[in-house]
């Protein structure tokens, strides 16, 4: 009767479960940091936002301002369970403040309302409309890619 009580509560669990990581942040690019960990280095891609790549205008300004914020930086993150392009995806905090938040609120990122549900969508900067939105930031199609 135990284990059928025990299968019943893990049925009910998420398929992905949430985990949380401390460690030192090392920026990839404006929507990417390396969390330096006891147990080794993981790529934790931003969660809900858009930052332009490094060849795409604004890529390198965008990059220079997370670096500032966050280089260097104790940084605590909660992963979603999920992944975008082989990097763990998560929320991510320097000084319990959201990392991705201040990107945004720079205005050197989007909104990406496919995977954040419109979380960023209200501190969007109307100078952030020129940045490029990825397609899969527009369909509700596919969690990440």
Same mark, same amino acid.
């Given at each position: 009767?135990?284990?059928?009580?025990?299968?019943?509560?893990?049925?009910?669990?998420?398929?992905?479960?949430?985990?949380? &990581?401390?460690?030192?942040?090392?920026?990839?690019?404006?929507?990417?940091?390396?969390?330096?960990?006891?147990?080794?280095?993981?790529?934790?891609?931003?969660?809900? &936002?858009?930052?332009?790549?490094?060849?795409?205008?604004?890529?390198?300004?965008?990059?220079?301002? #997370?670096? $500032?914020? +966050?280089?260097?930086?104790?940084?605590?993150?909660?992963?979603?369970?999920?992944?975008? $392009?082989?990097?763990?995806?998560?929320?991510?905090?320097?000084?319990? $403040?959201?990392? !991705? !938040?201040?990107?945004?609120? +720079?205005? #050197?990122?989007?909104?990406?309302?496919?995977?954040?549900?419109?979380?960023?969508?209200?501190?969007?900067?109307?100078?952030? $409309?020129?940045?490029?939105?990825?397609?899969?930031?527009?369909?509700?199609?596919?969690?990440?890619?």
């Amino acid at each position: 009767m135990r284990k059928i009580g025990l299968l019943c509560l893990l049925a009910t669990l998420p398929a992905f479960a949430q985990s949380e &990581i401390v460690g030192t942040a090392h920026v990839v690019d404006g929507d990417t940091i390396h969390v330096a960990t006891d147990h080794g280095a993981i790529k934790v891609r931003l969660l809900g &936002i858009a930052a332009p790549e490094s060849h795409q205008s604004g890529g390198n300004e965008a990059t220079a301002f #997370l670096e $500032q914020y +966050a280089e260097g930086e104790p940084v605590h993150c909660t992963l979603d369970g999920t992944q975008f $392009q082989m990097f763990e995806v998560g929320i991510c905090y320097v000084a319990g $403040q959201d990392i !991705a !938040a201040a990107v945004i609120r +720079a205005g #050197l990122a989007r909104d990406c309302p496919a995977v954040s549900g419109g979380r960023y969508w209200p501190i969007e900067r109307p100078e952030a $409309q020129k940045l490029p939105l990825p397609d899969y930031c527009q369909s509700g199609t596919a969690r990440h890619r």
